[in-house]
């Protein structure tokens, strides 16, 4: 049962152009969000969070927005630097399920020069 | 650099073997967690440590067990290992149990099992 999902394994954008990254997730029951970018070799790192008592989180070039009716939430890259070449993880937390974290499965962005 | 060291890095090791992979978490940091990443699938939580207690548990197979120690560093025992455990092995560390602290993880630690 995958209850969070990136539906898109890669995702290719131009350096400059704005990088949208999709989530979706079917438990009603999260109410914590957070995106992890990860390079070859290495852990993910922690990008962004959004609680689910808000619709948008900025940080820099990188902002989160969440739509709980659809029950879906994207990261916004403004503008794409080759340096966001990486696997980003969509990730999620429920109010019932203590402090694990229920990962997607990924999405490979790669910044074009 | 996140702050959270797991050693070793790599580990190969033979069907049947028992491996213990180690983590240090942040300074500071009472709360360890396990999750493991096999080939092709995001990362699936194990297990979470409090203040050296157990505090949730996730798909973690019985031939697995983990601590988290006095020092709060963290080990996780894999046993009776199979082809299928081969997979990365990362730990995360927050500050506690509250609710939205960041987990920042480890580097990760590499088990392939022929």
């Known amino acids: 049962d995958q209850q969070v999902k990136q539906n898109s394994p890669s995702l290719s954008v131009q350096e400059g152009r704005i990088s949208i990254l999709n989530c979706d997730y079917t438990?009603?029951?999260?109410?914590?969000f957070l995106w992890y970018k990860k390079y070859p070799a290495e852990g993910p790192t922690f990008l962004i969070s959004?609680?689910?008592?808000?619709d948008k989180n900025e940080d820099g070039r990188f902002t989160v927005f969440l739509n709980k009716s659809a029950k879906h939430l994207s990261l916004h890259i403004v503008p794409s630097q080759p340096g966001d070449s990486a696997v980003y993880f969509c990730?999620?937390?429920?109010?019932?399920?203590?402090?694990?974290?229920?990962f997607g499965q990924g999405t490979r962005l790669t910044i074009n020069p | 650099d996140s702050g959270v060291t797991q050693t070793p890095k790599h580990l190969i090791t033979a069907t049947g073997q028992r491996v213990t992979l180690r983590c240090s978490p942040r300074?500071?940091?009472?709360?360890v967690y396990w999750y493991q990443q096999s080939l092709d699938q995001g990362l699936q939580f194990l297990i979470q440590?409090?203040?050296?207690?157990?505090?949730a548990k996730g798909n973690i197979l019985e031939r697995f067990s983990a601590q988290q120690f006095p020092d709060l560093h963290s080990e996780l025992n894999l046993s009776s290992l199979e082809l299928g455990d081969s997979a990365l092995y990362f730990c995360?560390?927050?500050?506690?149990?509250?609710?939205?602290?960041?987990?920042?993880f480890g580097p990760g630690t590499r088990l392939l099992v022929l």
């Open positions: 995360a560390s927050s500050v506690g149990t509250g609710g939205g602290e960041t987990q920042y």
């Open positions: 990730a999620a937390r429920s109010i019932q399920g203590a402090q694990k974290l229920v």
């Open positions: 300074s500071g940091d009472l709360s």
């Open positions: 438990n009603s029951m999260f109410d914590y």
């Open positions: 440590y409090y203040n050296g207690e157990e505090r």
């Open positions: 959004i609680s689910s008592i808000k």
